[in-house]
């Protein structure tokens, strides 16, 4: 989070900090301009008549100016600058947004008993806890003006004789709550945006969806506050407006584009939708309710009440729409799947050398070989071309024979082996099923994590291993890759190049067998290891 708002913002680029801002700022000036415009617009008599009855009964002196004007305008103006400094300054190195590059991270005690931290995972604790002590001193600022405008503004509620140790309690309270509450927000907004943009060209339709939501949530905000400062939304209508209109209407979004998608033929009550209705219609609700339900005893029955209503009211009509909309908004999304698989590989296509050239190569050294009698390295060139063979006839069908699949990795790994079986420190253990039953699959799903073990995993001057085993029953393929990790030198070119096989895979696995894999992958300092399974 470089910046609150963005200079220049790409046309598919998130909009979610940018509008939040907006409605920051703008709520800001509408507590400041409605303050000031009560002050104009009614009469000091009336006003000391509305505001000033509890100061009396309680025998306190009463001046509008510095027990309502002063607290109203300065506790806003002070929440708009923690909003500024948080998101400036503490989040970017709490959340680590601006993270530093993978590194050592190393503890070390000097000569005069300081711990030193180096290493780029040591920047990244010092940023944290900067962050961290920039927290605390929001706390602390925001705290002590927010009691003493507390303590102004609400004077006749307070003992006169704790009143001072109420001035710090108050204000520690709220803005410590305040900014906990904020912090917790700002974490699942970050990761709903890192997970959104992270999809690239699928993410195209969620990325607009979000950006129209933010952006109708802040002039829906707005407006709310605007009319409710200037006295034209009070009582229930107020109520209506904020507490019970916003949870449906997020509430129906998730349940038209998200929930109801999922299984478009399903009913309400099938137990993959029901769950997730259940769940999202409940969290809805709860914020609202915290900001229009202060009583602690009813905030649970009205909660409920919220939550029947949205089963019972919302549900329905949002499944009559998902119903009238259902064409249209699956014919977006597999418009979109079918963008991102293009897109996945045509990514695969540019990261292949040309494969003609290199097969009619691969012909002419492989006669070579053979006419000086260079019998392994005529087999080694054969396996190499049986690869690119694959790579130019299977790998552009949809689904190939398990069979194929095994005799690509087979190759590759022989062929692996040729540089590495001088090296007794290196070894390769591989448990591959050889009679695959008769069964299809997308090419070209496995060898990427394959090659990533030889690439990241081999060293000729240090102990290496690789333990591979594939095998599948003709409904679940199980594949499973250990390998060891070396850090590689600084000179070295591929050193913080992560390529784009793995991220590839990952991508075509969501695309091509939705719900029907698993996959885990783990990496510590020793070792990496993959495990994937797919549902044939």
């Keep these: 989070m470089a910046a609150l708002v963005p200079s220049i913002t790409p046309a598919h680029t998130t909009r979610w900090r940018e509008h939040e801002f907006i409605l920051v700022t703008l709520l800001c000036i509408i507590a400041v301009a409605g303050n000031c415009w009560r002050l104009f617009e009614h009469s000091s008599a009336w006003l000391i008549e509305e505001y000033g009855s509890p100061f009396r009964e309680k025998n306190l002196p009463f001046e509008y100016t510095n027990n309502i004007l002063l607290p109203n305008i300065t ?72 009691g003493i405008a507390h303590f102004y503004s609400r004077r006749y509620v307070l003992p006169r004789d704790i009143s001072d140790i109420m001035i710090m309690g108050n204000g520690l309270r709220l803005a410590t709550n305040l900014t906990i509450a904020y912090i917790v927000y700002a974490t699942i907004r970050e990761t709903i945006l890192r997970r959104i943009e992270t999809e690239g060209v699928q993410a195209t339709t969620r990325i607009n969806l979000l950006n129209q939501f933010t952006a109708f949530l802040t002039g829906y905000f707005v407006l709310g506050q605007l009319l409710s400062y200037f006295e034209s939304l009070d009582g229930p209508l107020k109520v209506w407006y904020f507490g019970i209109i916003p949870p449906a209407i997020l509430a129906a979004l998730t349940n038209i584009y998200w929930l109801f998608p999922r299984k478009p033929e399903a009913k309400v009550f099938h137990r993959a939708i029901f769950w997730r209705l259940l769940i999202s219609n409940f969290c809805w609700g709860i914020p609202f309710v915290m900001i229009m339900v202060p009583d602690e005893h009813a905030f649970m029955p009205v909660l409920l009440a919220m939550w029947a209503g949205q089963m019972l009211i919302t549900t329905p009509i949002s499944r009559l729409i998902f119903q009238q909309q259902k064409d249209k908004i699956m014919q977006i999304r597999g418009l979109e799947t079918a963008l991102g698989q293009s897109k996945a590989d045509l990514q695969f296509l540019r990261s292949q050398i040309n494969p003609h050239f290199l097969f009619n190569i691969l012909n002419t050294l492989y006669g070579t070989a053979l006419h000086e009698n260079a019998g392994k390295t005529a087999g080694g060139i054969q396996q190499l071309g049986d690869m690119m063979r694959f790579m130019l006839h299977e790998n552009n069908l949809d689904r190939i024979a398990m069979s194929k699949e095994i005799e690509y990795v087979k190759s590759y790994i022989a062929l692996q082996q040729l540089r590495t079986e001088t090296s007794p420190s290196i070894i390769i253990e591989t448990e591959i099923e050889e009679d695959f039953p008769d069964c299809r699959v997308a090419p070209m799903l496995v060898i990427p994590f394959v090659e990533n073990a030889f690439k990241h995993g081999i060293s000729l001057r240090e102990t290496s291993w690789i333990k591979l085993n594939l095998h599948c029953d003709g409904k679940r393929l199980h594949f499973e890759l250990r390998n060891s990790v070396h850090v590689r030198q600084g000179n070295d070119p591929e050193k913080g190049r992560s390529g784009v096989g793995l991220k590839n895979v990952l991508h075509r696995l969501k695309l091509i067998y939705p719900e029907q894999h698993e996959f885990f992958m783990h990496q510590d300092e020793k070792e990496f290891f993959v495990q994937l399974a797919i549902q044939l």
């Design 75 to 146: 506790v806003p103006l002070l929440v708009y600058c923690s909003y500024v400094w948080m998101n400036l300054f503490i989040l970017p190195r709490l959340l680590q947004t601006k993270a530093s590059v993978v590194g050592s991270f190393r503890l070390q005690f000097s000569h005069s008993a300081r711990i030193e931290v180096s290493g780029a995972a040591g920047a990244a604790l010092k940023r944290f806890f900067w962050g961290l002590g920039h927290t605390f001193l929001l706390i602390f600022c925001l705290g002590t003006v927010w």
